[in-house]
T-cell receptor, first 113, second 111 residues
């Protein structure tokens, strides 16, 4: 079953602009992760934020987590054409499926040069 | 360093034929192993996971099965493929509460 739900489903921006993608989830989590997928390839891990963290940075990436709203956002600053890809959030949950990542449907980002 | 190998990259199989996709991991021991399926333009659906040799859990009922004959080997199988089994299959490994590492995927087309 889907846990994370990203929005928007698709986002088209110009190079140099910022891109913001949002993710909502339903159950208690240990951590939330963001992944990137180039077309027809495997997923690559971008950043992990733990449930007791509110914000995390990695290069041009900024992730926030609001556990009270069960939501997260991924901000890519100063986007580049090479950032064109699909981005997925995934939750690492407590409970019976401990350690299993449950993915959302993703946001398809297109950065135009 | 840890690496994950998944093959083949693409596969075209007729309806009713068997399937075997293999995934192996290097550089880690006793990993949690996963098989996901991704329909075109969609998110990832968890199919199977394994926390150890011979231990397989299925997340959704389907025409597929999985096996883990060795610690770092995970196999996805079917005795008779259906058209609806077409998709992009991804193998991954992770430890509890860490990031996952994915293979490059297998594009399966059932014709």
């Amino acid at each position: 079953s889907q846990q994370g739900e990203e929005d928007p489903q698709a986002l088209s921006i110009q190079e140099g602009e910022n891109a913001t993608m949002n993710c909502s989830y339903k159950t208690s989590i240990n951590n939330l992760q963001w992944y990137r997928q180039n077309s027809g390839r495997g997923l690559v891990h971008l950043i992990l934020i733990r449930s007791n963290e509110r914000e995390k940075h990695s290069g041009r990436l900024r992730v926030t987590l609001d556990t009270s709203k069960k939501s997260s956002s991924l901000l890519i600053t100063a986007s580049r054409a090479a950032d064109t890809a699909s981005y997925f959030c995934a939750t690492d949950n407590y409970g019976g499926s401990q350690g299993n990542l449950i993915f959302g449907k993703g946001t398809k980002l297109s950065v135009k040069p | 360093s840890q690496t994950i190998h998944q093959w083949p990259a693409t596969l075209v199989q007729p309806v009713g034929s068997p399937l075997s996709l293999e995934c192996t991991v290097e550089g880690t021991s006793n990993p949690n192993l996963y098989w996901y399926r991704q329909a075109a333009g969609r998110g990832l659906q968890l199919l199977f996971y394994s926390v150890g040799i011979g231990q397989i859990s299925s997340e959704v009922p389907q025409n597929l099965s999985a096996s883990r004959p060795q610690d770092r080997q995970f196999i996805l199988s079917s005795k008779k493929l259906l058209l609806s089994d077409s998709g992009f299959y991804l193998c991954a490994w992770k430890d509890s509460y860490t990031e996952a590492f994915f293979g490059q995927g297998t594009r399966l087309t059932v014709v």
